[in-house]
């Protein structure tokens, strides 16, 4: 199975934010620039987190981004089911149905895999995501705001 690059991304900015110390929030810039991808797919999946509350937003002077208690406590499993959405490994219906589908087995078997494949990560939690080494590394790769 192969997550997207909407759910890679949002898993690894609520890493990051699960890192945040202090009152010194990084923006979404900021994490777009941390994590060396596009601004506007950072903003993405920073308003679907946030939708999802599991991010919070503050603008202006002080503003940035804050993981919510709900986002550290959150299953990656749940996650990935959310942000992946409804949907089989295999497309068998779709404009060019499969000429097997009515007495194929491939479809059940992957579908079994899907499942224990969220079931392997129901539960960890996004807190435990960046128990060390993953979270001081995560430190490390923050950049630092200019006064």
């Known amino acids: 199975m192969r ?15 699960a890192v945040t110390k202090g009152e010194d929030l990084p923006t979404t810039r900021e994490v777009a620039e941390t994590m060396q991808v596009p601004y506007t797919h950072t903003a993405k999946a920073v308003a679907r987190l946030k939708h999802l509350g599991l991010v919070e937003t503050r603008r202006g002077r002080g503003g ?35 000429p097997l589908r009515s007495a194929c087995r491939l479809r059940g078997a992957l579908r079994r895999a899907q499942e224990a494949f969220y079931a392997t ?25 200019s006064a």
Do not use: H, I, K, N
Request: proline letters at 9%; hydrophobic letters at 40%; charged letters at 20%.
């Open 64 to 98: 940035g981004l804050t993981l919510t208690p709900a986002g550290r406590a959150a299953s990656v499993g749940t996650l990935v089911r959310e942000l992946e959405g409804p949907g089989d490994v295999v497309e068998c219906e779709g404009d060019t149905p499969c």
């Open 3 to 17: 997550l997207t690059r909407f759910t890679d991304l949002a898993l690894r900015v609520l890493m990051r934010l």
């Open 121 to 145: 990560l129901d539960p960890v939690t996004v807190a435990e995501l960046v128990d060390s080494p993953t979270g001081p590394l995560l430190l490390g790769l923050s950049p630092t705001r």
